[in-house]
């Protein structure tokens, strides 16, 4: 026992040896090492929060190791240029991340870009979207820059013999890095493995792979456009078509079955607008009074959740004109836009009415001058094309000029093509947010009386407690919005196109502001023109949760016919996905929907069940975060069976990968050939 312990002993000290002999003889590589890894390990902690979690640590370490074993192969005095290259590298995944995570509340992928242009349309929005954290990664490559100068300085690299050894360390740090994976590896299970090869739930791949692995992967993921067709085309065939054998939709009649038939349709998408809006007022004032009215006035769904991805808008129309996912990989606007796909557009087109789209920005924003003809729409009317750029607003054409020219094209097509469904995207309520804050009647300051305690006297205060943030900007650009589609529907009338007219407005997503605004905003403290303190009585904190479920959206169906108007008139409280209003709309107005829905006509079934493209999702009971394994009661009073949370999660993964699967490998259109062809036709 002695023996053993003296020659564990002699080993460790050997092994201490060769550590610090390795470390003094390759500065660079280890201050290349230490550096990526703890700024991987800062981006959690920024994000996902999991700063100690050991997976994510051994990941990036893993591939911090790899990366750094090539440098060997160059000459000593080259090797800085070979770091301080992957440093910059890595340093930009995390603050790119960064911005995108508090932002977005995802991770970024390199599929966006491929509409990197766009960045140039909201280049001013940079200011509004970055933190001071976000900048705090350049330390890692400015360390290097430091440290190789100091050690030019000192004559390190001359006393390095060039290549020498080469082999030995390349050999110790890809051994090094096959221990870490290996032990990496241990931390793993099947789940864990399938969500990194799935790729669509970001944060919790970030979560459980860190962020350099996820980044490498969803490098791999973004060229599946030109791959994955090549691959795996029968498994997904396969396991489609069980799918929709097993899940058939069936028509159902209820008592909105054809109540609009025969009647035109405008959908407008109505940008950044979220739900809470509707309810909002500032000094007495409110913030979407048009939208309160049409939403009192009609059919209005107040449990309304869009189902975007990193495609943000694209996605939204993507989903609602398809009843399908987004793309787990890319955007379907972009990466697959020369796929198949049954439509609500190609529906009411097959019932002979004009399909049209409408857009006061350019036709190549989010591909949609391609996208929009594989969709199924006849015209797109867009920008500079077939609208006067009178009034620009933000990044472009304003809402209110889109509308008032809009109203005399839509007068045209109603004369010249008969019935229509036409499709209008706002714009002016997009990020940043900018261009209005001088011209809005609406007044973000705060007034209260203040009583002296002493005197008695009262005196009006008046904070400015909103002017400046992005949040106030946000309310600015809504109420104008709302403006502007209050003077659409007087503008429609004036046409006379209202009587025979169906509007339905939808939110394409949420306005994406910080958490920490809603926060400040709902905890406003007057008295001291700040945010209550935690501890303060007052305090309320707007949770993580809170602000998830806050991100819903709304959706309104409204007509003039006072008849159908009385039909329709009430609120739907239950959860509604956008993947629903498809199945919904075609039902309401007798047109066909598509086989392959993953939506439901949302009055043909007692089951609500939304799926996020994150794989989290929300029924009548609870809000279900699979990131984090969370479960947040909607329903207090509500029984919980004991799978229940499993055969939900289940569901959404399978209909993730189906509706994946139909985007990349075509699935509809191939299948459909290959039937035809079983059956001679």
Known sequence: MKNFLNKLAGLLVKVRKDVVYFLKNNVLFSAFVISSLLNGILLRAFTVKNIFSISPILADLTFILFVGSFAYFFKPKYRFRYYITWSIILM??????????TNYISFTSFSLLATSFQIIGVSDALQTIMDLQDFSYLWAPIMLIFLHHKLKKSGYYSRLRANKDVKVSVLRVLVSAVVVMILFASTLTGTDISRLHKQWNREYVVMKFGIYVYQGNDLIASLKPQISPLFGYDKAAKEFREYYKENQIKKSDNEYTDIFKGKNVLVIHAESIMNYLLDAEINGKQVAPNLKRLASEGMYFSNFYAQESVGTSSDTEFTLSTSL??????????????????????????????????HANKGNYWNREAMHK?????NFYYYDKDYELDDMIGLGLSDKSFFRQSSKI??????????????LLMLTNHTPFEGLEDTTDLDLTYKYTKTD???GESTEVINNYLKGTTLGKYFTTAHYADEALGEFIDELENEGLLDDLVIVIYGDHDSKIKRAEYDYYYNYNPATDSKFKEDDPEYNEFTKYDYELNRKVPLIIWTKDKKLSKKINKEINFPVGMYDVFPTLSNMFGVSNSKHSLGHDVFNTDEHFIIFPNSNFITDKMYYDSQNNQAI????????EADYIDKYSKRAEKEIAVSNDIIVHDLIKKTEESDKVLKGE
């Open 92 to 101: 930009l995944v995390c603050l790119i991340n960064s911005i995108y995570y």
């Open 374 to 378: 594989t969709l199924g729409y006849d």
């Open 453 to 455: 305690e002493v005197s």
């Open 325 to 358: 996912l987004p793309a787990s990989s890319g955007t379907v606007f972009v990466s697959y836009y020369d796929r198949y796909y049954p439509s609500i557009q190609k529906s009411f087109k097959n019932s002979d009415y004009y399909v049209f789209s409408m």
């Open 633 to 640: 009661m909607l329903d207090e009073n509500a029984v919980i």
């Open 410 to 423: 839509i007068r045209k097509i109603k004369d010249e093509k008969g019935s229509y469904y036409g499709t």
